[in-house]
């Protein structure tokens, strides 16, 4: 089964920035609506950017002006490029795509594993 591994969490201070990445395990047929939501502790998973079906981007309120969702298309890979990190940015981010592994599969929504972010002095 194919898998989203994400990468480039860790601890960073108030004010810093991090770039998470997240691409398929492996070889795929196609790959839509990538995007990356966040589990703080105590709350519900929460959308913080991703691309819709259009190819357009949707932000979280919280996150517009600092978070930047890239992708590039050939490596099949999207990233979150986070700037002005505050503390309350701190969670787990999660990667998230729908897959199509083969011609041959139906399409199906496909969770990375987490990457924690922590933002503490």
């Known amino acids: 089964q194919v898998q989203l591994v994400e990468s480039g969490g860790g601890l960073v201070q108030p004010g810093g920035s991090l770039r998470l990445s997240c691409a398929p395990s492996?070889?795929?047929?196609?790959?839509?609506?990538m995007g990356w939501y966040r589990q703080a502790p105590g709350k519900e998973r929460e959308l913080v950017a991703t691309?819709?079906?259009?190819?357009?981007?949707n932000y979280a309120d919280s996150v517009k002006g600092r978070f930047t969702i890239s992708r590039d298309g050939a490596k099949r890979t999207v990233y979150l490029q986070m700037n002005s990190l505050k503390p309350e940015d701190t969670a787990v981010y999660y990667c998230?795509?729908?897959?199509?592994?083969?011609?041959?599969?139906?399409?199906?929504?496909?969770w990375g594993q987490g990457t924690l972010v922590t933002v503490s002095s």
């Open positions: 492996r070889s795929i047929f196609s790959i839509s609506a």
């Open positions: 998230h795509a729908e897959i199509r592994q083969t011609p041959f599969h139906r399409s199906s929504e496909v």
């Open positions: 691309f819709t079906s259009g190819g357009t981007t």
